[in-house]
């Protein structure tokens, strides 16, 4: 069994991304190696009131296992958390958690609540990507990620199929990276 993270040193990889999302998580799930070494954090947008099959879909395009984040459980190397409907998701050093807070940008899962919990508990050793999507959600977290010495990788808006978000981050935060989605998993790896 995977050690969590805690308890060796790592990065962590937190992923934000809206309308188109789910064909990029899916393309950057398919990419990474079996034997990534670090956790991966997704939030997408999704109605409160709905079903998330997210882990399903990244689970069958690659070879990392993919799981809701629960309401608190250890954060291992080499896996998927999804943000689950209605719920915030947030790390500490060595763990996960889904939880009920305000709504953030107008959304629950919202982005900026994961990377900020990022940035505060892994500093330079957190990496940021902000996907696809509308208006701004992703912006603010990525700012506190670059402030905490960490990565920012921004999927290029004219890549994009919504460019608001990928957008509204380069416009605000000195993105490390700006790059197509084919790109990304490359990028991810290679910082890890």
């Known amino acids: 069994m995977a050690q969590p993270i805690g308890s060796w040193s790592s990065r962590v990889v937190v992923i ?3 309308a ?3 064909e990029a998580i899916k393309y950057i799930a398919s990419q990474l190696p079996p034997d990534f070494a670090a956790a991966v954090l997704v939030v997408l947008h999704i109605p409160h009131n709905s079903v998330s099959v997210l882990p399903d ?5 690659g070879p990392l296992p993919a799981v809701h984040a629960s309401t608190r459980e250890p954060m291992r190397p080499g896996r998927i958390y999804v943000a689950p409907p209605d719920r915030h998701m ?3 050093r060595s763990e996960v958690r889904a939880v009920f807070g305000p709504r953030e940008n107008g959304h629950r899962p919202a982005v900026d ?3 900020r919990s990022a940035a505060q508990a892994f500093g330079a050793d957190a990496i940021g990507v902000v996907l696809t999507g509308n208006l701004d959600d992703g912006t603010a977290g ?3 990620i670059k402030q905490a010495g960490g990565t920012a990788i921004v999927q290029d808006p004219a890549d994009a199929m919504y460019p608001g978000m990928p957008r509204s981050a380069i416009h605000s935060v000195d993105a490390d990276f700006v790059v197509r989605l084919d790109d990304v998993p490359e ?3 290679r910082l890890v």
């Open 16 to 18: 934000g991304a809206s």
């Open 20 to 22: 188109g999302g789910v």
């Open 57 to 61: 879909i990244l689970r069958r395009a």
């Open 90 to 92: 947030l790390i500490t």
């Open 113 to 115: 609540p994961l990377f």
């Open 142 to 144: 990525l700012l506190a």
């Open 187 to 189: 990028t991810i790896v």
